[in-house]
């Protein structure tokens, strides 16, 4: 028997996963090994109904014994599954010495509804009188139904959606913590239902159900253009209760003409302007058993909307963790803020003991102008405005339920300043994914760096990955997001997140194949740019890097393929890609002035993705099987190549643009000829240096920058620009108190001035892709194969830090790697590989001397499978466990 155990059973990506419509799910798990270097050699999966797994337990799997080393991304191959069932599975595993494991524990997934013929439930809207149903309405929608169950249910699940925001309450309590569902997707094309547990909620007897339903997505204000109902005006909701009795009878409950609605004090929900709520209009008791609704009106039956209807496929929102407001400020105008001492997103809740009809009113703020008072500006149209009109009678506890927002600040009236610091909460709420990973080193102003990454990502990652959450914006910027998806996949666990945005872009691309500026798309923004668009070959093949599972590709791949098509067609020369719209270097700092787009041309930066969009594409081809594709784009993408040289590089070698983002771009993406690469990276480190260690990058350029100077031997360059404090840095709004990563380099310059009204966000994730850097250069975590399968251990520590660490959960299990200067010059190195994976432990440079691990020499220790010289030092290559290196500075 071997001394391994299986365990971290998932189901795309997440533990016992309920309400998936997947009929091929993938299971993975992982493998805790007391052994170094273990590798497994087998498994076995087993799936049935029964978690006994005896042998009348009904398997519909059982694998048998598969001589393979696979442990992630498997896709099931039993018998066709069946709606509302939940499956239970185990796996045992072999070593590389054919001993077996025991098995795991059970671990199941639990199928939803699988197929729309399953759905018997009628779309309902609210009326406004009998059989007129609401349209215009901005108060939310109430509705209820009651029913009868003759005995207690055993099992109980809801499958419920909206056109809107809703909110399901079972016997007046909330069906789960939930927020914002259904969630956004392309409303006409792809519409997500929920799957809910409500069996602990139900009674034998009388119950009741709930619904509120608010504009949310749907119907609210969306984008700056000041139109709301982008998808359609009518609120509507479709639920569907099934109850499987203490009997075994089911019994089914469905939305149908019977069901009651009404207005209530939810007189005003919208994402960006907040929420008006009067307490004085509470329905006690309204979505509960035996509530008299004789002055609610019935239900009205609506059609069906024409998008297909699909289970949840990312994570839900949800109040994931709650702050305290660091201080009352009264400022010089005479308003009473509070400071919640971080920049976040959600909202406040609040308790009160006012009179009836006292006012409670919270307006949100990122940031205090430079004297220290309230300030709105670059909300722009965004009200950000909470108002409460207390019943009276006794504390009342408030939060609100269809809008949210992005603050640090909040200013308060209505309530007296002794009481706002005790009873006055920030919720933090976002899509809630795993974290996985982490970086710390010895300079605490990188660390709160890594801090405003990822409070960045926590803010815009709500549902989709946004570019800020608090203007009259708040779109699913696909350059932004693509720029951003290797840091965020470091940060969190970030698959079916990005699972469900990419499906959503394959829906709103067009026939032609062009990609529009943000996704879910809206009218007013646009479409086809590049180093946007491209976030339709870039974040696929991001996932599949960092993840392994090639199913994304392979689900992506037309809608890959058909944005390198567009932009085939779309130059004046096949190669290039020298017209349409472009944001090229967005706010790039060598812009001209007045001017939001940085100086390296839009052709050049155009036909460089054009050329990477293509590169990856012939990738994913190979993965994919895909020969002939694979050859044909191959032929693409060298013509794109050589037409790039043509008109971009000089004869001599030389990029014609002379900027950092052209340098960047042209080596990332390996334009130029080999001979030619070490010229031109000497020339961008040059560019940096003329420019006092200074970045002059946009969105474009900045992701590359440091990544390009590490990879060509300028890595002590690197860190001078990310330990930058002056202006322009990373640490420049770090010094000036930022606690999330801003829009602009200089959001609030010097003087304490802003950068403008219009256009001025603080919680802006995109310049946070240095935490890519941080990861692999500094913290010295790289991935050879896709998954993490095989790792490269490299940390580059450079002269400025002594100690650096950093941690990342792979799907095969943690990678850690930690590095330290010691007194005597040696560097300690500790590195944790998970099991059935290898890695390569890269001695950096200047540490040649004798190894130890754990003062031992290296053909003494365990799990040591070889060391060899190469052209970048030692190189150790290892098997699983944890170890520690010391790595002396010269030799014996």
């Known amino acids: 028997m071997t001394q391994s155990k299986v365990l971290n059973l998932m189901v795309n990506y997440r533990k016992n996963p309920v309400g998936i419509d997947d009929p091929n799910p993938r299971l993975s798990w992982q493998i805790q090994a007391q052994a170094r270097g273990f ?101 939310c929608d109430y509705f209820r139904t009651a029913f009868e169950l003759p005995d207690r249910a055993v099992s109980a699940r809801i499958y419920a959606t909206s056109l809107g925001m809703y909110r399901l309450y079972i016997n007046g309590v909330p069906a789960d913590d939930t927020q914002f569902n259904p969630g956004w997707t392309s409303y006409n094309k792809r519409l997500q239902y929920q799957t809910y547990d409500v069996t602990q909620l139900l009674t034998a007897g009388e119950n009741a159900l709930g619904c509120i339903v608010g504009n949310g997505w749907y119907k609210g204000y969306l984008s700056w253009d000041g139109n709301k109902d982008h998808y359609g005006r009518q609120r509507a909701v479709l639920i569907q209760l099934h109850a499987t009795l203490a009997d075994g009878t089911e019994q089914m409950l469905i939305s149908d003409g019977s069901w009651r609605t009404s207005s209530g004090p939810l007189l005003m929900s919208e994402l960006y302007h907040g929420e008006i709520y009067d307490a004085r209009l509470e329905m006690d008791g309204w979505a509960s058993p035996g509530f008299a609704e004789h002055q609610w009106q019935p239900a009205v039956l609506t059609e069906a909307p024409p998008a297909t209807l699909v289970a949840q496929e990312n994570e839900p929102s949800r109040i994931i963790e709650t702050i305290k407001p660091i201080a009352v400020l009264n400022t010089p105008a005479g308003e009473t803020v509070l400071d919640m001492g971080q920049n976040l997103v959600g909202w406040v809740r609040f308790t009160v003991d006012a009179g009836a009809g006292t006012e409670i009113t919270l307006r949100h703020a990122e940031v205090l102008d430079r004297d220290g008072n309230f300030y709105t500006g670059n909300l722009r149209s965004a009200k950000q405005t909470v108002k409460y009109i207390c019943r009276g009678g006794g504390p009342e506890t408030f939060e609100p339920h269809f809008t949210f927002q992005g603050f640090r600040y909040v200013q308060v009236t209505g309530v007296p300043q002794e009481q706002l610091l005790e009873q006055f909460t920030g919720c933090v709420i976002h899509s809630d994914l795993e974290l996985t990973g982490s970086f710390r080193c010895s300079d605490e102003l990188v660390n709160q760096l890594q801090h405003n990454i990822l409070w960045g990502q926590k803010g815009n990652f709500l549902d989709v990955p946004t570019d800020c959450p608090q203007r009259d914006e708040r779109l699913g910027w696909t350059g932004d997001a693509q720029v951003f998806i290797r840091t965020a996949a470091f940060n969190m666990n970030v698959v079916p997140f990005f699972e469900k945005w990419l499906r959503d872009l394959a829906a709103d691309q067009e026939a032609d194949g062009r990609v529009p500026h943000v996704i879910p798309d809206i009218p007013a923004a646009g479409y086809g740019s590049s180093a946007w668009g491209d976030a339709a070959v870039i974040c696929p093949w991001t996932l599949y890097q960092c993840y392994g599972d090639v199913r994304v590709l392979e689900e992506q791949y037309p809608s890959m393929k058909g944005w390198v098509e567009y932009i085939r067609a779309q130059g004046d020369q096949e190669f290039l890609w020298n017209t349409g719209h472009h944001f090229g270097d967005w706010l790039g700092l060598d812009a001209k002035e007045n001017s939001y787009i940085g100086a ?90 003329e ?76 310049y946070g892709a240095v935490g890519d850097w941080l990861y692999r250069i500094a913290g010295g975590i790289e991935l050879i194969e896709p998954g993490y399968k095989k790792i490269r251990i490299q940390p580059q520590p450079g002269t400025q830090l002594s100690w650096a660490e950093a941690s990342y959960s792979s799907i095969y299990g943690p990678v850690k790697s930690a590095w330290s200067r010691q007194a005597d010059g040696s560097l300690e190195l500790s590195v944790e590989i998970p099991a059935n994976t290898t890695a390569e432990v890269i001695v950096p440079d200047g540490c040649q001397g004798q190894i130890t691990e754990g003062g031992e020499k290296l053909d003494q220790v365990t799990g040591v499978i070889a060391v060899e010289d190469n052209a970048g030092g030692r190189k150790l290559t290892v098997g699983s466990g944890s170890y520690r290196f010391t790595l002396n500075k010269s030799a014996d």
Not at 111 to 131: C, M, V, Y
Not at 616 to 625: M, R
Not at 661 to 666: D, E, P, R, S
Not at 719 to 747: C, M, R
Request: aromatic share 14%; hydrophobic share 35%.
């Open 39 to 139: 590798i497994q050699s087998a498994y076995q999966i087993q799936a049935g109904c029964d978690p006994a797994f005896g042998a009348e337990a009904g398997l519909v799997w059982d694998t048998g014994k598969v001589n393979a080393d696979s442990s992630v991304h498997i896709g099931y191959e039993g018998e066709t599954l069946l709606p509302r069932t939940r499956y239970y599975w185990r796996v045992r595993i072999w070593d590389s010495e054919d001993n077996a494991s025991v098995w795991s524990e059970a671990a199941y997934w639990e199928t939803g509804q699988l197929s729309e013929q399953n759905w018997h439930a009628s779309w309902i809207t609210a009326a406004s009188a009998p059989g007129q149903p609401v349209v215009s309405s901005d108060s």
């Open 600 to 689: 390296t041309p839009k052709d050049l930066i155009a036909t460089a993705f054009f050329a990477y969009s293509t590169e990856l594409l012939v990738k994913t081809a190979e993965v994919t099987g895909q020969p002939e594709e694979a050859e044909k784009y191959r032929q693409l993408q060298s013509n794109i190549i050589r037409a790039f040289r043509e008109e971009f590089v000089t004869p001599n070698g030389r990029v014609a643009s002379p900027t950092q983002t052209a340098y960047a771009v042209a080596l990332m993406f390996d334009l130029l000829e080999e001979k030619d690469r070490p010229r031109t990276a000497a020339m961008l480190a040059e560019h940096v240096k």
């Open 691 to 766: 420019n006092g260690n200074h970045l002059t990058t946009g969105f474009v350029g900045t992701p590359y920058l440091c990544l390009v100077l590490s990879r060509f031997g300028y890595t002590d360059l690197a860190y001078e620009l990310v330990l930058q404090k002056e202006y322009p840095s990373w640490l420049y709004s770090v010094l000036q108190g930022a606690t999330t990563i801003w829009e602009h380099w200089d959001g609030i310059k010097q003087d304490g001035s802003f950068w403008s009204d219009d256009m001025n966000s603080y919680n802006h994730y995109a």
